[in-house]
């Protein structure tokens, strides 16, 4: 209203369009045989996603893959991020499962295996690009791969 902008859509619709067009999407190597192979497992697959955009928005980008997932969880929408252990209980406290049966998978050493690992979880680094771990951080009980598709070699 203050700058005198009109549209023709909701907002909903709007912010999922924006997301679109100010996000560089790439799926991970493998990702949807490693989901699929995941799911037959009957594994719940949570996705915890630091994001501005509400989770209607996350659900709208993940496109082809929303079948995989049992649950989106969007920080925006909870006030909390990763690293932070508050993000990650959510996730957690959407099933009932022993977190000795939880695998934590992320891509950022600092977000989502120091995050993780901080939730006394077992974390899954997909480092793709041989990024240098922070080794100021204190870190336990991680894997690191580089290909998605080790996780089905490890019969994950």
Same mark, same amino acid.
């Given at each position: 209203?203050?700058?005198?902008?009109? !549209?023709?859509?909701?907002? &909903?619709?709007?912010?999922? %369009? +924006?997301?679109?067009?100010?996000?560089? =999407?790439?799926?991970?190597? @493998?990702?949807?045989?490693?989901?699929?192979?995941?799911?037959?497992?009957?594994?719940?697959?949570?996705?915890?996603?630091?994001?501005?955009?509400?989770?209607?928005?996350?659900?709208?980008?993940?496109?082809?893959?929303?079948?995989?997932?049992?649950?989106?969880?969007?920080?925006?929408?909870?006030?909390?991020?990763?690293? !932070?252990?508050?993000?990650? &209980?959510?996730?957690?406290? %959407? +099933?009932?499962?022993?977190?000795?049966? =939880?695998?934590?998978?992320? @891509?950022?050493?600092?977000?989502?295996?120091?995050?993780?690992?901080?939730?006394?979880?077992?974390?899954?680094?997909?480092?793709?690009?041989?990024?240098?771990?922070?080794?100021?951080?204190?870190?336990?009980?991680?894997?690191?791969?580089?290909?998605?598709?080790?996780?089905?070699?490890?019969?994950?």
């Amino acid at each position: 209203e203050t700058f005198n902008l009109s !549209y023709d859509i909701s907002l &909903e619709e709007l912010e999922v %369009k +924006f997301a679109f067009e100010s996000c560089d =999407i790439t799926k991970v190597n @493998n990702v949807k045989e490693v989901l699929e192979h995941v799911k037959s497992k009957n594994y719940k697959i949570v996705v915890l996603s630091n994001t501005c955009f509400s989770r209607k928005a996350i659900v709208a980008m993940l496109d082809d893959l929303n079948q995989y997932f049992d649950e989106v969880i969007a920080s925006s929408e909870f006030m909390v991020r990763k690293p !932070y252990e508050a993000f990650f &209980e959510l996730g957690i406290s %959407k +099933f009932d499962i022993s977190r000795d049966n =939880i695998y934590y998978i992320g @891509n950022d050493y600092y977000f989502d295996i120091y995050g993780s690992s901080r939730a006394n979880l077992k974390s899954v680094w997909l480092n793709e690009n041989n990024k240098e771990k922070n080794n100021n951080l204190k870190v336990s009980n991680y894997i690191e791969i580089n290909d998605f598709i080790q996780l089905i070699e490890m019969d994950f």
